[in-house]
Nanobody, 121 residues
Framework: QVQLVESGGGLVQAGGSLKLSCAASGRTLSSYAMGWFRQAPGKEREFVAGIRVITHYAESVRGRFTISRDNAKNTVYLQMNSLRPEDTAIYYC?????????????????WGQGTQVTVSS
């Protein structure tokens, strides 16, 4: 199994920056996709960013967020810049259960506990 622990969430003002970290342990594989989803109150889970052989971004965050992966440390990061109130959500780190790539939440077998990001206006 894979265990994922997110950190780095918090409260920031609009226009500010925040960097999330996801520490992975267990049987992680660099060939498996990892990424970030988010869920705001009353809304469905939304794909934010992912990485396997290349990076992928939701259009809503493209140019503002950057995902990176340090395989040696088994850690994935999400650098978030120019934050907006609509970015407010619980952010979840995810790890796929098989090789390949998908933005559907069901593709990811392993989820972290989530970290709250709140952007004030």
């Amino acid at each position: 199994q894979v265990q994922l622990v997110e950190s780095g969430g918090g409260l920031v003002q609009a226009g500010g920056s925040l960097k999330l970290s996801c520490a992975a342990s267990g049987r992680t594989l660099s060939s498996y996709a990892m990424g970030w989803f988010r869920q705001a109150p009353g809304k469905e889970r939304e794909f934010v960013a992912g990485i396997r052989v290349i990076t992928h971004y939701a259009e809503s965050v493209r140019g503002r967020f950057t995902i990176s992966r340090d395989n040696a440390k088994n850690t994935v990061y999400l650098q978030m810049n120019s934050l907006r109130p609509e970015d407010t959500a619980i952010y979840y780190c995810v790890h796929a259960g098989t090789t390949g790539w998908d933005t559907d939440p069901s593709w990811y077998a392993y989820w972290g506990q989530g970290t709250q990001v709140t952007v004030s206006s």
